[in-house]
């Protein structure tokens, strides 16, 4: 079942049985920030925590076609006049949200893992629509925050979450180890 998110966008429930694709998705998003890394270990992520408690949810575009002007005297199928198509093949953006623990309140709280919406079909409010999506489903569960990371060179994401309102509460810090030599 779905429903619309925007104009000739319709967003539905994903499964377990998404786990593949949900893969490709996380591999592109990751391989537009980072083109010379293999992200193949992502199938594993997915296999360790992506069940039914971590919902997944799809954005088809569908196109929405003209019908063609009713006969003299006739009428047409539609109030509108535009009659949707079949959505494609593959969808166009992706969202998958898990559980986290607040560190500092100790309350459950919704997490993304996942945004990620394909470069054709960027700047059309689908980021924007998704993120409101996923703040009614966590309020509606009861969840009083929502979580997310963000990598510093995503300034379009970094964008999009500030003018949500999201707020930068920890930085995740890294230090790469280098194997020790020894002479």
């Known amino acids: 079942m779905s429903e619309e998110l925007l104009p000739n966008y319709r967003i539905r429930r994903g499964s377990t049985l998404d786990r593949?694709?949900?893969?490709?998705?996380?591999?592109?998003?990751?391989?537009?920030?980072?083109?010379?890394?293999?992200?193949?270990?992502?199938?594993?992520?997915?296999?360790?925590?992506?069940?039914?408690?971590?919902?997944?949810?799809?954005?088809?575009?569908?196109?929405?076609?003209?019908?063609?002007?009713?006969?003299?005297?006739?009428?047409?199928?539609?109030?509108?006049?535009?009659?949707?198509?079949?959505?494609?093949?593959?969808p166009i953006a992706g969202l998958w949200v898990g559980n986290a623990i607040d560190q500092v309140q100790g309350d459950r709280h919704a997490h993304i893992f996942l945004l990620y919406v394909v470069p054709e079909h960027r700047r059309q409010g689908i980021g924007t629509a998704l993120m409101r999506y996923v703040e009614n489903w966590a309020r509606a569960r009861g969840d009083h925050q929502i979580g997310l990371q963000v990598f510093q060179t995503n300034t379009a994401a970094l964008n999009l979450y500030n003018q949500l309102g999201y707020e930068t509460q920890s930085l995740w810090m890294v230090k790469s180890l280098h194997p020790y030599k020894y002479d």
Request: aromatic content about 12%.
């Open 20 to 90: 593949a694709l949900l893969v490709k998705f996380m591999q592109r998003t990751y391989q537009e920030a980072f083109p010379q890394q293999d992200f193949s270990h992502l199938a594993r992520t997915v296999e360790q925590y992506f069940s039914r408690e971590t919902p997944l949810w799809w954005v088809d575009f569908v196109e929405v076609e003209q019908e063609e002007a009713p006969e003299a005297g006739g009428e047409s199928n539609s109030k509108l006049g535009v009659s949707p198509s079949l959505p494609s093949s593959s």
